[in-house]
């Protein structure tokens, strides 16, 4: 092979490894892996932050280890990963003495069911915020239930308010979380609510057709009755 040759063969190789340099720097760049988030972190800190934002941090610090990151409870559905977030040995720790049928010593029992509170479904049995407030007040965090002041538990309403699309969680106070709804249904009628005063119902008219049939089966019994009376004095005699 000649020296021209060989040069421009020697060209086309690095003319192919240039070009397979340059196809390859932006793949390799865009399979860079992602990180994977923190779930057990701390909400983002905000520069002026609202009554919700406040409610955001409480909930991770209060509410988040049994209701989850994103509100979606502690269930045995097979696609709930939040229980996967613990320790293995806590994962179901209701089924041994540390927090069920027999807590330790100042423990407390744990469900094995916690429902939801953020997304379809959530919080269902409740009519209005002013509802979950007054519950979470007396019953919640489980293990230190009233733990919390009024407006702490005010601020994981607005944080609840808001993550339903219910209010801006800017500020909220004790009377405005009634007028929040959540279910109509379960909303409680109070002398001051009440628009409608209740009417009895009128007693159903008789019909026509009711009448008739009054007076057919009245006859019959009269017909029974006198036909009897002929037949006992015949056999009397």
């Not at 994977?36 to 905000?46: F, K, Q, Y």
């Not at 520069?47 to 409610?55: I, Q, R």
């Not at 280890?65 to 040995?89: S, V």
């Not at 007054?134 to 965090?141: D, K, L, N």
């Amino acid at each position: 092979m000649t020296q021209t040759k060989l040069f421009w063969v020697g060209c086309w190789v690095t003319a192919v490894v240039l070009l397979l340099l340059s196809l390859t720097r932006p793949l390799s760049a865009q399979t860079t892996p992602t990180p994977t988030p923190d779930r057990l972190a701390a909400p983002p800190t905000v520069a002026a932050p609202t009554m919700a934002d406040d409610g955001a941090q409480l909930y991770w610090l209060h509410c988040q280890p049994c209701h989850g990151d994103w509100g979606q409870g502690l269930t045995d559905a097979p696609d709930d990963d939040w229980r996967a977030q613990y320790p293995p040995e806590d994962q179901y720790c209701w089924n041994s003495g540390c927090h069920g049928e027999r807590p330790y010593e100042d423990g407390f029992t744990l469900p094995p069911t916690i429902p939801a509170v953020i997304g379809a479904g959530s919080l269902a049995n409740y009519g209005t915020m002013s509802q979950v407030y007054i519950f979470m007040r007396a019953a919640m965090p489980r293990q230190v239930p009233g733990s919390l002041t009024d407006a702490e538990y005010l601020a994981i309403a607005a944080f609840l308010a808001r993550a339903r699309g219910l209010s801006d969680g800017v500020a909220l106070t004790e009377a405005d979380l009634s007028t929040i709804v959540l279910n109509p249904a379960y909303m409680e009628v109070t002398p001051e609510t009440s628009t409608e005063t209740a009417v009895p119902s009128p007693a159903p008219t008789p019909t026509p057709a009711n009448n008739r049939l009054g007076w057919l089966t009245g006859g019959l019994v009269i017909l029974i009755l006198a036909f009897g009376g002929v037949l006992w004095l015949r056999h009397s005699r």
